[in-house]
């Protein structure tokens, strides 16, 4: 099994592209029949052997989802030691990677310890064979677990705090946290309770070109013709970008946000969604939510599984909010 060391080594080793012409969403395959091959992206075992221990349970065994939790060592600590639970989504535009992606597990262990606390990370459904709500539906079901089965985990019935749960998702996992707590709202999730949203980079778009993303063409990161080629796989067949999935600030009623949990929203001015992230986290305040706004960030998109330094810079956002009550860090 692959330990903390050699994840992180793999994760170094597979860095951003330095141009478009090696961006690795750039290099999924889309053939005449609808069907897509993907680019190859190593992926690491959980391991119980790790500084910070990872397992995999099963979400739904029909649907081939699972979770792989996150737990910091020490294994038995004084029994008082009860850790908040983040309930994480990965990024890929729907379309690529999954909760063992090399970066994605190692950015998992990793927030697990800088947090402190157990991440559950979710291994959803990905587009275009299952095309949204696919994964919307992934996500109310991993929080029908946070409600039905994690308090007979034993590393939760053990360490994990079910009063403290957060929803954290990361580019269009950020989008689809904030679906999924759209879909669950009065829904009593006893003995769980969320706490707040985490939407970091969250994936949103629309028809009509922001600056940032008219601007993108040549992003080595989400280059325009990526993020035109993700949403068009991701979205139900006939959907614009102007679809809810996309872009909610113009679909969604307001009454949607009623009774959403506080909420966090981060993003980076290198990144060519972050006109689209700003706007979207007005159109939450102004729907009654609780903001904490961190979209002044510099950097470029998913920096954080990339650049040790904006790694630790989302964890303290992340601790700041679990831990002390969602300031400015």
């Excluded at 478009?20 to 609808?34: C, L, R, T």
Aim: glycine share 8%.
């Amino acid at each position: 099994m692959a330990d903390a060391a050699t994840a992180k080594d793999l994760a170094a080793a597979a860095l951003p592209p330095p141009s478009k012409s090696e961006n690795i969403f750039m290099q999924i395959a889309v053939h005449p029949d609808g069907t897509i091959t993907r680019p190859f992206v190593p992926s690491v075992p959980a391991s119980l052997e790790a500084a910070v221990s990872s397992r995999d349970v099963p979400l739904d065994a029909s649907l081939g989802t699972y979770i792989r939790l996150y737990l910091p060592n020490p294994v038995n600590p004084p029994p008082s030691a009860k850790l908040p639970i983040i309930l994480y989504f990965h990024g890929g535009g729907y379309v690529i990677f999954s909760a063992d992606t090399v970066f994605y597990h190692a950015s998992c262990e990793a927030m697990a310890a800088a947090v402190p606390a157990i991440v559950a990370s979710v291994d959803y459904r990905l587009a275009p064979e299952h095309r949204l709500p696919a994964a919307y539906d992934d996500g109310v079901a991993a929080m029908m677990w946070l409600r039905d089965a994690a308090h007979q985990d034993p590393w939760i019935a053990a360490r994990g705090d079910l009063s403290q749960c957060f929803l954290m998702g990361s580019s269009s996992g950020g989008n689809l946290v904030f679906h999924a707590a759209v879909r669950t709202r009065g829904v009593d999730l006893s003995p769980a309770t969320v706490r707040g949203v985490l939407m970091h980079q969250p994936y949103v778009g629309g028809v009509e070109r922001t600056p940032s993303e008219a601007a993108s063409e040549d992003d080595f990161m989400v280059p325009l013709e990526a993020n035109d080629k993700l949403i068009a796989l991701a979205l139900p067949l006939g959907a614009d970008r102007d679809h809810e999935f996309s872009n909610p600030e113009k679909a969604m009623a307001p009454e949607a946000l009623v009774g959403l949990p506080r909420c966090m929203v981060s993003g980076s001015d290198g990144d060519p969604l972050i006109d689209r992230q700003r706007g979207f986290t007005a159109w939450l305040r102004d729907g009654g939510v609780d903001v904490v706004d961190k979209t002044d960030s510099s950097g470029f998109h998913a920096a954080e599984l990339f650049i040790p330094e904006k790694a630790e810079e989302l964890f303290a956002a992340v601790r700041e909010f679990v831990h002390g009550g969602g300031g400015d860090v």
